[in-house]
Nanobody, 114 residues
Framework: VQLVESGGGLMQPGGSLRLSCAVS????????MGWHRQAPGKERELVAAITSGGSTFYADSVKGRFTVSRDNAKNTMYLQMNGLKPEDTAVYYC?????????WGQGTQVTVSS
């Protein structure tokens, strides 16, 4: 199973970015999917998640600003990030889980700076 993130980049505070996570080699519809991030010197943290049934979870720090979604026809998960803040700067990773199976992408850098 391969996960490939895209959509990261440099954005000014208050701006928006949309990350994508394309999954191949597995049955996308069965996976619970998540977005994690890791800032320099900090531990990796869960930002948002979406179950196979479409239920969502958000960390308090991103509630009301980020939206996670999935398109099962395209085997892709998205993270719409609005109202970006400098503290959102991190490498963002996507993760797919099913039972004991767990797969990670390589990460995409998001930098929020003026």
């Amino acid at each position: 199973v391969q996960l490939v993130e895209s959509g990261g980049g440099l954005m000014q505070p208050g701006g928006s970015l949309r990350l994508s996570c394309a999954v191949s080699g597995g049955i996308f519809t069965i996976y619970a999917m998540g977005w994690h991030r890791q800032a320099p010197g900090k531990e990796r943290e869960l930002v948002a998640a979406i179950t196979s049934g479409g239920s969502t979870f958000y960390a308090d720090s991103v509630k009301g600003r980020f939206t996670v979604s999935r398109d099962n026809a395209k085997n892709t998960m998205y993270l719409q990030m609005n109202g970006l803040k400098p503290e959102d700067t991190a490498v963002y990773y996507c993760r797919a889980e099913y039972g004991v199976e767990s797969y990670w992408g390589q990460g995409t850098q998001v930098t929020v700076s003026s």
